[in-house]
């Protein structure tokens, strides 16, 4: 089992080094990009619910989940998104593939620990700004990774805890090109900031059953305000345009003063209901701080607000039946949801928010209770009124949970 998850390491390590710019959403400009982490293949197939922990599956949003780990668990999943991008007079599509998370929790008494990768946010756009006296294009890349850390407690049977440490890396570039009428050479900025710094996530999670045979959920995650740095540094040239592209010279760099950003605060809670391996329906709730700007280019557009943010999910599952022996589709675990979120940016007087609908489909595999997990959510993000784009998009995730039983005493030496 460890050497498969090597190799699965290894393939996904690759495919994610040459697939880092995974958006072309001109809203990742804000910001430190759009968010590309919603949860696990399992919960965004659920609307993005993280209330429901199991002892099979990760929770990679609530840290208490790692206490109900009953078995060594290595999960890794992605995507592909396919983007169709319009104005009131244009459109174009586009798409994008892209490494979600990767990692492993590992249960030890009444202990839980996990620990992986999360390629949290991205930047990618293109944006063209033509007018009368010259055009200018601006284009970004990067996006901002978190390597986290958890661990968890099960105080009771029913009530556990745990707190995650995620230090966050990455690097985001902003890049700038002008020409003016009656002017022979172009210009070009260009503006990096290198991220790097901590925070931490305290998650709560109660599991109780209730006379009926149902089990009542309810989970709690806060996520305080926490400063990381950006060291920045700028480069300004002058540009020949030719066949080929772009040919800058006199080329000057500058380092820009280091500063501090602050991640704004989150606080989710949820509730759900449902039957032990027949069903699930459950609800959540979030509310965060404004995104921070750490752009120091002029925005693309007159009227930009940084204001709080919120979201809304709904979902669940169903399973015909678990433990079936003769229907293989019976133990298929079958999932669907539903979510709101108003990002908190405001452009041009228009609030940019983001709805989605979602499905998917866990499929038992082996004998070990791992399972591959299929997602499609179809989504819409932005508006075309004042002048944006409004995003339509549909993505198809993949994951897997793979099971495996470490700590095993030994009955003969």
Do not use: C
């Amino acid at each position: 089992m460890i050497k498969r998850f090597i190799v699965i390491v290894a393939l996904f390590s690759a495919f994610w080094a040459k697939a880092q710019e995974n958006t072309t959403s001109p809203y990742s400009y804000y910001g430190v990009g759009l968010t590309n982490f919603k949860g696990t293949v399992e919960n965004r197939a659920m609307g993005g619910l993280s209330t429901f922990s199991d002892s099979i599956h990760m929770n990679l949003t609530n840290p208490a989940g790692y206490a109900r780990l009953a078995r060594t668990v290595y999960t890794v999943g992605g995507s592909a998104e396919s983007t169709k991008q319009e104005t009131l007079n244009e459109e174009d599509r586009t798409k994008n593939v892209s490494l979600d998370y990767l990692g492993l929790g590992v249960p030890v008494g009444r202990f839980g620990f996990g620990l992986g990768l999360i390629p949290y946010s991205s930047v990618g756009y293109r944006i063209f700004d033509i007018d009368e006296d010259g055009a200018s294009r601006l284009r970004g890349r990067g996006g901002m990774n978190k390597v986290f850390l958890s661990a968890a407690y099960a105080i009771t049977r029913d009530l556990s805890v745990g707190v995650n440490a995620d230090y966050n890396f990455g690097n985001i570039q902003h890049r700038r090109t002008v020409l003016r009428d009656g002017i022979q050479y172009g210009t070009r900025d260009i503006d990096r900031s290198d991220i790097s710094g901590f925070n931490f996530n305290f998650g709560i999670d109660y599991q109780t059953k209730l006379n009926s045979g149902l089990k009542l959920h309810a989970s709690a995650v806060y996520t305080p305000e926490a400063d990381i740095t950006t060291d920045s540094y700028r480069e300004i040239s002058s540009v020949l345009f030719t066949a080929s592209g772009e040919s800058p010279f006199n080329i000057k760099s500058f380092d820009v003063e280091s500063q501090d950003i602050t991640l704004p605060s989150k606080a989710t809670l949820g509730l759900g209901i449902g039957r032990p391996n027949k069903w699930f329906v459950g609800g959540e709730y979030s509310a965060f701080g404004s995104i921070p700007e750490i752009s120091v280019f002029s925005t693309p557009v007159n009227d930009v607000e940084y204001n709080d943010g919120k979201a809304y999910r709904l979902g669940g599952y169903f399973v015909p039946e678990y433990s079936s022996l003769t229907s293989y589709l019976n133990r298929v675990v079958y999932r669907l949801g539903g979510r709101f979120e108003e990002t908190g940016l405001q452009l041009n007087g228009e609030s940019i928010d983001e709805f989605g609908i979602s499905f998917g489909l866990g499929l038992p595999i082996g004998g070990d209770f791992s399972n591959l997990n299929l997602g499609l959510e179809y989504g819409q993000r932005g508006t075309t009124s004042s002048g944006l784009i409004q995003e339509n998009f549909f993505k198809l995730s993949i994951g897997l949970s793979l099971n495996d039983q470490w700590f095993v005493k030994r009955k003969f030496n």
